[in-house]
Nanobody, 121 residues
Framework: QVQLVESGGGLVQAGGSLKLSCAAS????????IGWFRQAPGKEREFVGS?????????FYADSVKGRFTISKDVAKNTVYLQMNSLKPEDTAVYYC?????????????WGQGTQVTVSS
């Protein structure tokens, strides 16, 4: 099965930037899509964005992050990135990358361990 490992979280002031990484390893054959999700304390997990590279590369973003967050992929490193700019305190959450391999559904099968992002006001 595929393993996902996130990194890059931390503490940043409002208006700042962070770049998260999601490195995929293991059985990556058939892996064409990775999504980012986040969960803030006391709140439900929410979809942040996703990338699919089965054919043309397509991106999806939640309205709350559109224009501020950008997903990219490094094919050689089997790594997907989440560049987060203009961060707001409400972006504070544990961020996870996840996949169902060919697609990303609302309930992906494979998850990383998560990385904490804290945005101070």
């Amino acid at each position: 099965q595929v393993q996902l490992v996130e990194s890059g979280g931390g503490l940043v002031q409002a208006g700042g930037s962070l770049k998260l990484s999601c490195a995929a390893s293991g059985r990556t054959f058939g892996l064409y899509s990775i999504g980012w999700f986040r969960q803030a304390p006391g709140k439900e997990r929410e979809f942040v964005g996703s990338i699919n590279w089965d054919g043309d590369i397509t991106y999806f973003y939640a309205d709350s992050v559109k224009g501020r967050f950008t997903i990219s992929k490094d094919v050689a490193k089997n790594t997907v990135y989440l560049q987060m700019n203009s961060l707001k305190p409400e972006d504070t959450a544990v961020y996870y990358c996840a996949t169902d391999m060919a697609v990303v559904t609302n309930t992906p099968i494979y998850w990383g361990q998560g990385t904490q992002v804290t945005v101070s006001s």
